[in-house]
C-alpha cells in the first residue's frame, strides 16, 4: 500500500502517521497490544488519535490505513456517541482525580460481551488522574486482559504513572514535529497575517496545537498587554493594584503562566548572557533590562510564589481572584524592580 496523506483518516495529524500505521498494522496482523500508553508533552493531539483509533478500530469497514467508512452501524453510533462498547473515562471535573468507582465501571464494561464480537475500546485520559486505588483497580485488568479489548491510557507525564502499570502496557510515545513541518501545518491553519507562527510555536515550546489553542485563546494580544504593564511595573511607571483591577478579567492560569515565561527568560539570559535563546525573543530588551538588577534568590522565591498559585489554581481552590492578582503584582514591584 502507498503512504499517501490520503490513506490516513483526515483528523490524524501528519506527525502522527508513523504510531498510526504501526498500531494499525498491529491490527491487521491480529498483533495489537491489549493496553497501550500514549505518552508526550500537550498539544500534540492524543487525545483525539486515541479517539480516532478508537473510531477506526469500531468500524465495521475502514478502508486504506484505517479510514472510516462513516456510514456502518459502528460508525454511527460512534457519531451519534452512544457505542455500548466505548467508553472514555475521565475526572468528573478539570483538576479532580478519576475514583475507583470508575475504574470499576471501566471493569464490569470489560467483562460484558461485546457487539456482534467486535472491538471494545476504553480510553482512560488523563491517566495520571487516577488516584491510588484507582489505579491498583485497573492493574487487574491489565493483568487479565479480555479479548478483543483495548485500554488506552492518555498522559503527558507518563512516567508519572505507578511502574506495575506502565510495564504492562505498550508505549507510544509523540514527539513533537522538526520545526519547518510544524511551521508549514500552522501556516495553513492561520488565516490572519498579522499573526507570526514562528513566535507563536515557539511560545508552545513547538506544540503545534498548543500554539494554536493560544492563538484562538487569545493568549497573544492577553501576553502584549501584560508585558506592557508589567514591565512599566518593573520601571516604577505603574500601580500594582491598579494593574490587578486593569487584568482581573483575564484567566488567572495565563497570567501566572506568562509571567513565568518572562521570569524564565530572565533566568535563561543570567545563565548564558545569550539573548538567542530567550522564548519571549521579541520582548529581549525588556526582559534583559529588567534582569539586571534583580537579584538570583528573589528570582527563585518569586518562581516558587508563582508556582504554588498555578498549582493553588490548577486545583480549583476557591481563590480570591483579585487578591491573587494584587499580591502578585505588589511582589513583582518587591522582587523584580530595581
Ligand atoms: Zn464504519
Known sequence: MSNSSQDFPITIFPWQYGSWQQLWESKQKHKLAHALLLVGMDGLGKS???YELA??????????????????????????????????????????????????DVIKNVNETTLKGGFRVIIISPATSMNVNAANALLKTLEEPAPNTLLMLVSNAGLRLPATIISRCQQVAF?????ADAIAWLQKKISDEKVNPQLLLKLADGAPL????????DVISLRQGLYQDIYSLSQGQADPL????????????????????WLTDILRFKVTQDPVDLLNL??????????INLLPNNLFVYID??????????????????LLLETLFIRWTDYVSG
Not at 510564589?305 to 483579585?322: C, E, G, P, T, V
Open 282 to 291: 521579541d520582548y529581549k530588551t525588556e526582559i534583559t533590562r529588567t534582569g
Open 242 to 261: 491598579q494593574l490587578a483591577a486593569k487584568w482581573q478579567d483575564g484567566d488567572p492560569i495565563n497570567i501566572v503562566d506568562l509571567l513565568l515565561s
Open 210 to 217: 498548543k500554539a494554536l489553542a493560544l492563538l484562538e485563546s
Open 48 to 50: 483525539q488519535f486515541a
Open 305 to 322: 510564589y508563582l508556582q504554588q498559585a498555578r498549582s493553588d489554581l490548577m486545583r480549583a481552590i476557591n481563590l480570591n481572584k483579585q
Open 55 to 104: 473510531a477506526a478500530l469500531l468500524c465495521r469497514e475502514p478502508s486504506g490505513w484505517g479510514v472510516r467508512c462513516g456510514k456502518c452501524h459502528g460508525c454511527c453510533m460512534m457519531t451519534a456517541k452512544s457505542h455500548p462498547d466505548f467508553m472514555v473515562v475521565e475526572p468528573a471535573e478539570t483538576g479532580k482525580k478519576i475514583s475507583v468507582d470508575q475504574v470499576r
Open 175 to 179: 514527539s513533537k514535529p522538526h520545526h
